[in-house]
């Protein structure tokens, strides 16, 4: 029986039949229930063992853990490479996770089997050596989660490459075809500053350390040397390899994390830096690149790691730096900074490609671009020279008398309009008669224009720059913007008077088209100035509402002195929402917490009440037009999509880390 299990081993295919009978004769079967181990790292090799029925498997231990290396089934035999090194220790750790049938063949009896046939010693090698080098690969940084038919592909297409000491595996500035990882022997890592130089080391890899991997997952070149300090063997890896097995989750994710520590990022030349005080004495570096016109805060931790961005400073190291200076280890801080300075422009960074981009595929990926539709935006730059020719044609509107009279305007115009709200009425009516309709829409995008237009005005009477303006959609809803970045430099009380600005020229729209729909004795063009004054008292209604990014937010952003209120406030509910169980938290980040509780039910009360109107409206009007059945479907479909943009936006809030 025995010797019939041995001769459907593929690995004893070779072996004479009357070897087998020998082997066969020696062999002993044993049986291990869940969970018993067959052969334990570390202990000296007695026997070979093929498994006739179950599975066998094998773990190497890391540290605390242990290491899957792989699965047995039948026919699969163990324990022979420790045995062909001359009884060398085990390598490895066997167990039986079920109920598991095996042959043990006693070390003597495999000792003989190769004197008696030496020519089998060459083909069991070649199959320990193929063993070996898949445990390596998968013991090794950061292939640990590759799972076993991914390492036995890896292992068949890595090659190997011998160095002697002090030859240069990798020379800085070169482009990189391929990666190592170091099988046996040391590497240095050397970062050359000048041509030519000595350079300073960076690192000493050791037996399962990998280098080169920057050059071929980003579009970068060789960022610092590498050479040989003693014989070594290195396994070769190509860009096809590496990015073949970063197709595993585990793996991409430590590739990533690996490039990324070990990534020295420079800030980019001719970027301004301006300070300014909090109303807590915090001092706030802002950021400003004049050439794009772009702005970036900085928080006392975010101008310590700003000022390291120096092309030398690793992010590791830069870690290990905040950690000195602010008492606090964090390895996110340096991280998500660098890549939000890297995404905004200031500062560069590894663009990584294929598989390892985490920002091309994956749910974090369609949140993101979901999350995008929230505030989806058409920008026209350039404008800051038109806007200060406006500035000095229609600055006058900004001089006290002139300002009185519009705050009488608005005044008298709010009382005549809730004095005659019984006009709303014959109001609404007329929208169905089609001349009043491109009025309303008229006066709708001519108040719109006076609103951004109002900011523009205020911010070039401090004499800062206008440099943008668009149009968009926010949360499915037209709006039009100006940028005014430029105000994040001057003080707060200011940039109040900016973001107040629209909302007040609303008032006095609102006020004028009121005043001027008493004077006119009812008829359509009544119609018109008391709709287009509803529709500005509700556009400062909507404006006035913090928990959306309109002017009643940047309002109360810069009362508290807190820049980025809302992505702070949910992105830290989103990283801490334990922290609410505690008194001294609560405390100290009450801002954080009410502005994000209140964020996150108005978003669920929106998204319902975006449901149901869907329902009310939408599916009325396909019903007209298509089966009941479709009505209901394209309705759920409608529902949803506004539903997943609204909440994408809010999860992005909430999985991001604010500007530092």
Same mark, same amino acid.
């Given at each position: 029986?025995? !010797?019939?299990?041995?001769?459907?081993?593929?690995?004893?295919?070779?072996?004479?039949?009357?070897?087998?009978?020998?082997?066969?004769?020696?062999?002993?079967?044993?049986?291990?229930?869940?969970?018993?181990?067959?052969?334990?790292?570390?202990?000296?090799?007695?026997?070979?063992?093929?498994?006739?029925?179950?599975?066998?498997?094998?773990?190497?231990?890391?540290?605390?853990?242990?290491?899957?290396?792989?699965?047995?089934?039948?026919?699969?035999?163990?324990?022979?490479?420790?045995?062909?090194?001359?009884?060398?220790?085990?390598?490895?750790?066997?167990?039986?996770?079920?109920?598991?049938?095996?042959?043990?063949?006693?070390?003597?009896?495999?000792?003989?089997?190769?004197?008696?046939?030496?020519?089998?010693?060459?083909?069991?090698?070649?199959?320990?050596?193929?063993?070996?080098?898949?445990?390596?690969?998968?013991?090794?940084?950061?292939?640990?989660?590759?799972?076993?038919?991914?390492?036995?592909?890896?292992?068949?297409?890595?090659?190997?490459?011998?160095?002697?000491?002090?030859?240069?595996?990798?020379?800085?500035?070169?482009?990189?075809?391929?990666?190592?990882?170091?099988?046996?022997?040391?590497?240095?890592?050397?970062?050359?500053?000048?041509?030519?130089? !000595?350079?300073?080391?960076?690192?000493?890899?050791?037996?399962?350390?990998?280098?080169?991997?920057?050059?071929?997952?980003?579009?970068?070149?060789?960022?610092?040397?590498?050479?040989?300090?003693?014989?070594?063997?290195?396994?070769?890896?190509?860009?096809?390899?590496?990015?073949?097995?970063?197709?595993?989750?585990?793996?991409?994710?430590?590739?990533?994390?690996?490039?990324?520590?070990?990534?020295?990022?420079?800030?980019?030349?001719?970027?301004?830096?301006?300070?300014?005080?909090?109303?807590?004495?915090?001092?706030?570096?802002?950021? $400003?690149?004049?050439?794009?016109?772009?702005?970036?805060?900085?928080?006392?931790?975010?101008?310590?790691?700003?000022?390291?961005?120096?092309?030398?400073?690793?992010?590791?190291?830069?870690?290990?730096?905040?950690?000195?200076?602010?008492?606090?280890?964090?390895?996110?801080?340096?991280?998500? %900074?660098?890549?939000?300075?890297?995404?905004?422009?200031?500062?560069?960074?590894?663009?990584?490609?294929?598989?390892?981009?985490? =920002?091309?595929?994956?749910?974090?990926?369609?949140?993101?671009?979901? *999350?995008?539709?929230?505030?989806?935006?058409?920008?026209?730059?350039?404008?800051?020279?038109?806007?200060?020719?406006?500035?000095?044609?229609?600055?006058?509107?900004?001089?006290?008398?002139?300002?009185?009279? =519009?705050?009488?305007?608005?005044?008298?115009?709010?009382?005549?309009?809730?004095?005659?709200?019984?006009?709303?009425?014959?109001?609404?009516?007329?929208?169905?008669?089609?001349?009043?309709?491109?009025?309303?829409?008229?006066?709708?995008?001519?108040?719109?224009?006076?609103?951004?237009?109002?900011?523009?005005?205020?911010? $070039?009477?401090? *004499?800062?720059?206008?440099?943008?303006?668009?149009?968009?959609?926010?949360? %499915?809803?037209?709006?039009?913007?100006?940028?005014?970045?430029?105000?994040?430099?001057?003080?707060?009380?200011?940039?109040?008077?900016?973001?107040?600005?629209?909302?007040?020229?609303?008032?006095?729209?609102?006020?004028?088209?009121?005043?001027?729909?008493?004077?006119?004795?009812?008829?359509?063009?009544?119609?018109?100035?008391?709709?287009?004054?509803?529709?500005?008292?509700?556009?400062?209604?909507?404006?006035?509402?913090?928990?959306?990014?309109?002017?009643?937010?940047?309002?109360?952003?810069?009362?508290?002195?807190?820049?980025?209120?809302?992505?702070?406030?949910?992105?830290?509910?989103?990283?801490?929402?334990?922290?609410?169980?505690?008194?001294?938290?609560?405390?100290?980040?009450?801002?954080?917490?009410?502005?994000?509780?209140?964020?996150?039910?108005?978003?669920?009360?929106?998204?319902?009440?975006?449901?149901?109107?869907?329902?009310?409206?939408?599916?009325?009007?396909?019903?007209?037009?298509?089966?009941?059945?479709?009505? !209901?479907?394209?309705?759920?479909?409608?529902?949803? %999509?506004?539903?997943?943009?609204?909440?994408?936006?809010?999860?992005?809030?909430?999985?991001?880390?604010?500007?530092?």
């Amino acid at each position: 029986m025995a !010797e019939a299990w041995l001769a459907r081993a593929p690995a004893l295919a070779g072996v004479p039949a009357a070897a087998l009978t020998r082997l066969g004769q020696a062999a002993v079967e044993a049986q291990y229930a869940a969970g018993d181990t067959v052969v334990q790292e570390g202990d000296a090799a007695d026997a070979l063992y093929v498994v006739v029925s179950g599975r066998a498997e094998i773990t190497s231990a890391r540290g605390n853990s242990a290491v899957p290396l792989g699965v047995l089934g039948p026919g699969e035999l163990f324990g022979e490479i420790a045995l062909l090194d001359g009884g060398a220790r085990r390598r490895a750790t066997v167990r039986a996770p079920a109920l598991l049938l095996v042959l043990r063949i006693p070390a003597a009896a495999f000792h003989a089997l190769l004197h008696a046939h030496p020519e089998l010693e060459a083909s069991f090698r070649g199959a320990a050596d193929r063993m070996l080098l898949q445990s390596f690969i998968k013991l090794a940084t950061p292939f640990d989660s590759l799972p076993p038919e991914r390492v036995r592909w890896l292992a068949e297409r890595v090659s190997r490459r011998q160095a002697a000491p002090g030859e240069r595996i990798i020379e800085q500035g070169a482009a990189g075809d391929a990666c190592y990882l170091v099988r046996r022997g040391t590497v240095e890592v050397v970062l050359q500053d000048e041509p030519g130089g !000595e350079g300073r080391q960076l690192a000493v890899l050791a037996e399962g350390g990998l280098f080169g991997e920057a050059a071929l997952v980003t579009d970068m070149p060789r960022n610092a040397s590498v050479r040989a300090l003693e014989p070594c063997e290195l396994l070769v890896l190509t860009r096809a390899d590496l990015l073949g097995a970063a197709e595993a989750g585990g793996v991409r994710n430590r590739l990533r994390d690996l490039v990324r520590w070990r990534d020295r990022p420079l800030c980019r030349p001719g970027i301004e830096e301006h300070a300014r005080s909090t109303s807590d004495g915090t001092v706030i570096t802002v950021l $400003k690149d004049p050439q794009r016109g772009a702005y970036y805060q900085l928080s006392p931790e975010g101008r310590f790691v700003w000022r390291h961005l120096d092309g030398r400073t690793t992010l590791r190291e830069l870690t290990m730096l905040h950690l000195r200076e602010f008492g606090r280890f964090d390895p996110q801080v340096a991280l998500d %900074l660098v890549g939000d300075l890297a995404r905004a422009g200031f500062a560069t960074a590894p663009r990584l490609l294929g598989a390892l981009d985490d =920002q091309a595929a994956g749910p974090r990926h369609w949140v993101a671009r979901l *999350g995008r539709l929230v505030d989806l935006r058409w920008t026209f730059r350039g404008l800051d020279p038109a806007m200060a020719r406006v500035h000095r044609l229609a600055g006058w509107v900004l001089a006290r008398p002139v300002l009185a009279l =519009q705050a009488a305007i608005a005044a008298a115009g709010l009382v005549a309009f809730c004095w005659r709200a019984g006009l709303s009425g014959p109001a609404l009516a007329a929208l169905a008669r089609w001349p009043v309709l491109p009025w309303v829409y008229a006066g709708v995008v001519a108040s719109t224009l006076l609103h951004e237009w109002a900011h523009a005005l205020v911010v $070039k009477s401090y *004499g800062r720059e206008v440099r943008a303006a668009g149009i968009g959609l926010y949360y %499915l809803a037209p709006m039009a913007f100006v940028d005014t970045s430029d105000m994040w430099l001057e003080p707060r009380s200011r940039r109040i008077l900016v973001n107040v600005s629209g909302m007040a020229a609303n008032l006095v729209v609102a006020g004028a088209c009121a005043l001027a729909a008493l004077a006119v004795a009812g008829g359509e063009a009544q119609a018109v100035l008391w709709l287009v004054a509803a529709f500005n008292y509700v556009s400062v209604l909507t404006n006035l509402n913090p928990l959306l990014e309109l002017d009643g937010y940047y309002v109360l952003s810069d009362a508290l002195d807190r820049p980025n209120l809302r992505q702070e406030s949910l992105g830290w509910l989103g990283r801490s929402w334990r922290a609410i169980r505690s008194r001294a938290t609560v405390r100290e980040r009450r801002v954080e917490l009410l502005y994000g509780l209140a964020a996150l039910v108005y978003a669920v009360a929106l998204t319902v009440t975006t449901v149901v109107l869907y329902r009310q409206w939408v599916l009325e009007r396909f019903a007209a037009v298509m089966p009941s059945w479709a009505a !209901e479907l394209a309705g759920v479909v409608l529902a949803a %999509l506004v539903v997943a943009i609204l909440l994408a936006g809010v999860l992005q809030d909430m999985r991001g880390r604010a500007r530092t």
